[in-house]
């Protein structure tokens, strides 16, 4: 297959990906998306990768997916602490940070 | 052991001293504090001895060594070490030093005894002593400044030992910050030094000198001029004298220590240390001997009029220390030294004296209340009379051979510096006059309630000691001893030390008769041979010739002294009546300290004021508030970005990211 299919599917995901982050409230979907938006980041290096011939870039989506772990893990932490104090899962509403 | 090794061991008991009183306190009975202290200087003094006894086992000319612990500052170009130098000249200093601080410890011992600081002042005495030590012993100009200003302090914390006492503090501050100025022109003699010869070490720059520098060329003029502040400051000399007669707020014996045996001399020392660069500047070294010669004449005849026992004999020191800045000056090194020496005896005991008669006073030093203290007081009026006729330069004493030795060698050096010799003579005779006013004064006639008191029943009392200066009352936690009053009749201490002064005040002379054995010019004489002007020997003759005119002088003087206050006592009141201007003038002290609150105080209070009200308020706060506008709009500027929506920062970061993804997209193809 030609590797334009894969960039192409690729930068669909990554779209969707911010799309969901800059319109949803939700701070689980935002999580959801941002996921998406990592995800599509992988598979545009393991095709990369694929075309070049080497391994590198395999190598790198496995350290991403690890970070994004990661992330996650402390990104739901924090919905569960919101959740758990009753404040609205809600990130326009959480804007204490306003300067 | 080598000279060296007994001088680090005199620099070293006073400190170990002056720490083991101030760390042990509370612990230390006040006994065991004064012998701890009087014990350091004494065997600081033994090894003075030490040192002198090397020094005199070597040949004249190899007696000179320095020596060093450790290098303070090793950079470029700079070498600081923590150096001593010893030569005979070191040496001398330190035995009187060391030798006079011994006895006037002894004397505190006594004199101190019911005071409630009794620790901080014998830690303070041992302090002074050590950085006087200090001073003296120096092998480099940055170990001098350091010696230099510890003395000041020392001086400033003993003047205002007393600090419930207004007048104490006040004379402590003024003290240190004449001193002060004193420094600053220390500094910047040794930075000019350093510039002009690229090292501090005594030797190397006394050899090098005579080589960079031509006579008379204006850095050596300059430098000269500037070590003089410092000394003329140390010394009290005009204009810088002002704060010696008010530091004698201070306790009797610190004036005694401070102010006539040791501090003040630091000038002199530092002239006769110097006097290779002051050969160079022949004008620095004239305008010192006028500056010198003029302080003598004003000190005495301020002398005349003062009615405060002690500041009576502080004009005399300032007096007499201009006869040795005057003898260093002109190039009678040995003969300036030799006074330094006999007036540290004489003066020393004077003043204790006078401490002990201010004691039976309470505190009280004025002379017009005083009468009558030769039959309460035999022993004090008795050595008082020995310290008085030394200052008198009566024949045979050891002021006698000490001053007229500077005035034969103004005569032999001749031309302008005769005038040195006539005026020097005048001031004996005012030396003389104003020494014997205050024996005559306080020692004979009718005994004043307080003496007459101590005559029947052996002690006095005085209940509520007051300031005598401003009347208000003394807190006698850290003021004067309450009830007690500690006068050298009772104390053994104080009378070892004031016999041990009154025989050295008399017979000291005896070293230096001129032609008979000269001792002390034989050992200085290695330290001064360098000089050309130390060729210049009055002949035996010319010098007996001198002896006899001041004491032709010192007799006529005290004759005078005699007819007016004891043959014919009203003539004084007479005499204050006709001259009434001029006593007004003298009484006044020349109006120095009017002249230096016009000249410097009343501007630098002008300057200050300018500086708070304009420039702080307009210029200073001005820049502040500005400065402070200026991030303060900024900052309100960037806070509309933070919003505190995740989201739009979000979209911020990634049209961001977009724009720089376009931008590269762009520049690469």
């Known amino acids: 297959?030609?590797?334009?299919?894969?960039?192409?599917?690729?930068?669909?995901?990554?779209?969707?990906?911010?799309?969901?982050?800059?319109?949803?409230?939700?701070?689980?979907?935002?999580?959801?998306?941002?996921?998406?938006?990592?995800?599509?980041?992988?598979?545009?290096?393991?095709?990369?990768?694929?075309?070049?011939?080497?391994?590198?870039?395999?190598?790198?989506?496995i350290v991403v997916m690890v970070v994004a772990a990661c992330e996650v893990v402390v990104g739901l932490g924090l919905i569960v602490a919101i959740f758990r104090r009753k404040l609205p899962l809600d990130v326009d509403s959480l804007r204490e940070l306003r300067g | 052991m080598s000279a060296t090794a007994?001088?680090?061991?005199?620099l070293l008991f006073p400190l170990l001293g002056s720490i083991a009183?101030?760390?042990?306190?509370?612990?230390?009975?006040?006994?065991?504090?004064?012998?701890?202290?009087?014990?350091?200087?004494?065997?600081?003094?033994?090894?003075?001895?030490?040192?002198?006894l090397c020094l005199l086992g070597e040949s004249p000319d190899a007696r000179h060594h320095a020596s060093s612990l450790w290098d303070y500052a090793s950079v470029a170009g700079l070498d600081i070490k923590l150096g001593i130098f010893v030569d005979p000249l070191s040496v001398f200093m330190v035995l009187?030093?060391?030798?006079?601080?011994?006895?006037?410890?002894?004397?505190?011992?006594?004199?101190?005894?019911?005071?409630?600081?009794?620790?901080?002042?014998?830690?303070?005495?041992?302090?002074?002593?050590?950085?006087?030590?200090?001073?003296?012993?120096?092998?480099?100009?940055?170990?001098?400044?350091?010696?230099?200003?510890?003395?000041?302090?020392?001086s400033y914390a003993l003047i205002s030992f007393w600090y419930r006492r207004q007048t104490a503090t006040k004379a402590g501050m003024k003290a240190f910050v004449i001193n002060v100025v004193g420094d600053i022109g220390l500094v910047l003699a040794a930075f000019l030094i350093f510039r002009e010869l690229g090292t501090f070490e005594y030797s190397e720059v006394f050899a090098k000198a005579p080589q960079v520098f031509h006579t008379n060329e204006w850095t050596v003029t300059a430098i000269c001029l500037l070590l003089l502040v410092g000394a003329f400051a140390k010394s009290a000399q005009l204009p810088l004298h002002t704060w010696l007669p008010d530091a004698m707020e201070g306790p009797t014996p610190v004036s005694s220590l401070i102010h006539a045996a040791t501090m003040v001399t630091a000038g002199v020392y530092l002239i006769a240390r110097t006097h290779v660069l002051f050969v160079l500047a022949p004008t620095?070294?004239?305008?010192?001997?006028?500056?010198?010669?003029?302080?003598?004449?004003?000190?005495?005849?301020?002398?005349l009029v003062m009615t405060?026992?002690?500041?009576?004999?502080?004009?005399?020191?300032?007096?007499?220390?201009?006869?040795?800045?005057?003898?260093?000056?002109?190039?009678?090194?040995?003969?300036?030294m030799f006074h330094l020496m006999t007036h540290a005896f004489f003066k020393a005991l004077l003043f204790m004296a006078a401490g002990s008669i201010i004691a039976a006073m309470a505190n009280n030093q004025n002379i017009d209340d005083m009468k009558g203290f030769g039959k309460a007081m035999r022993f004090t009026s008795i050595t008082m009379l020995c310290g008085g006729l030394a200052l008198a330069a009566f024949p045979g004493t050891s002021g006698f051979f000490s001053k007229d030795e500077i005035l034969a060698y103004a005569t032999a050096r001749g031309g302008m510096y005769e005038i040195f010799t006539v005026l020097g003579y005048f001031g004996a005779l005012l030396t003389a006059i104003y020494t014997f006013r205050l024996i005559f004064r306080v020692?004979?006639?009718?005994?004043?309630?307080?003496?007459?008191?101590?005559?029947?029943?052996?002690?006095?009392?005085?209940?509520?000691?007051?300031?005598?200066?401003?009347?208000?009352?003394?807190?006698?936690?850290?003021?004067?001893?309450?009830?007690?009053?500690?006068?050298?009749?009772?104390?053994?201490?104080?009378?070892?030390?004031?016999?041990?002064?009154?025989?050295?005040?008399?017979?000291?002379?005896?070293?230096?008769?001129?032609?008979?054995?000269?001792?002390?010019t034989k050992f200085l004489d290695p330290v001064f041979a360098d000089s050309p002007l130390a060729a210049i020997v009055p002949s035996v003759g010319a010098s007996w010739a001198g002896l006899?005119?001041?004491?032709?002088?010192?007799?006529?003087?005290?004759?005078?002294?005699?007819?007016?206050?004891?043959?014919?006592?009203?003539?004084?009141?007479?005499l204050i009546q006709r001259l009434r201007p001029l006593h007004t003038f003298l009484v006044n002290k020349w109006y120095f300290d009017e002249l230096i609150d016009i000249l410097v105080v009343k501007p630098a209070l002008a300057i200050g004021r300018f500086a708070n009200r304009t420039f702080e308020r307009f210029v200073v706060n001005g820049l502040v508030s500005g400065t402070e506008d200026i991030v303060g709009g900024s900052g309100r500027l960037v806070r509309v970005v933070q919003s505190g929506f995740v989201r739009s920062y979000a979209l911020l970061l990634l049209i961001g990211f977009a724009g720089l993804a376009l931008y590269f997209l762009l520049s690469s193809s």
Request: net charge negative.
């Open chain 2, 284 to 303: 620095a070294a004239d305008i010192a001997a006028f500056v010198g010669l003029a302080t003598l004449l004003v000190a005495g005849t301020i002398a």
């Open chain 2, 21 to 52: 009183i101030a760390l042990g306190f509370k612990v230390l009975p006040s006994k065991a504090a004064g012998a701890i202290g009087t014990a350091a200087i004494g065997l600081a003094f033994v090894c003075g001895i030490g040192a002198l």
């Open chain 2, 443 to 520: 020692l004979p006639g009718k005994p004043c309630a307080e003496a007459q008191e101590l005559i029947d029943t052996g002690h006095v009392h005085h209940a509520h000691p007051f300031n005598p200066a401003t009347g208000e009352e003394e807190d006698t936690e850290v003021g004067f001893p309450g009830a007690d009053h500690h006068i050298a009749e009772q104390s053994w201490p104080m009378r070892v030390a004031m016999g041990v002064l009154a025989f050295l005040a008399l017979f000291a002379g005896l070293v230096q008769v001129p032609g008979v054995d000269e001792t002390i």
């Open chain 2, 308 to 336: 405060d026992l002690k500041r009576a004999i502080a004009y005399s020191t300032m007096s007499q220390i201009g006869y040795m800045i005057m003898g260093v000056s002109i190039g009678a090194y040995s003969a300036g």
């Open chain 2, 6 to 10: 007994w001088a680090w061991l005199v």
């Open chain 2, 548 to 574: 006899a005119i001041g004491a032709a002088i010192s007799l006529l003087g005290i004759g005078i002294a005699y007819w007016l206050y004891i043959a014919r006592p009203e003539t004084p009141a007479v």
């Open chain 1, 1 to 61: 297959m030609n590797i334009e299919w894969y960039i192409v599917l690729s930068s669909l995901l990554f779209a969707v990906g911010a799309m969901g982050i800059l319109i949803r409230r939700s701070p689980v979907v935002i999580l959801l998306c941002l996921e998406l938006m990592l995800n599509a980041g992988n598979l545009a290096l393991v095709a990369f990768s694929r075309m070049v011939g080497n391994q590198q870039g395999q190598i790198f989506a």
């Open chain 2, 96 to 154: 009187i030093v060391t030798g006079v601080s011994t006895l006037i410890h002894l004397y505190s011992f006594g004199y101190m005894r019911s005071d409630e600081g009794y620790h901080r002042f014998f830690s303070y005495l041992n302090f002074f002593v050590f950085s006087m030590l200090l001073l003296v012993l120096a092998g480099n100009f940055v170990l001098l400044i350091v010696g230099w200003a510890f003395v000041g302090f020392a």
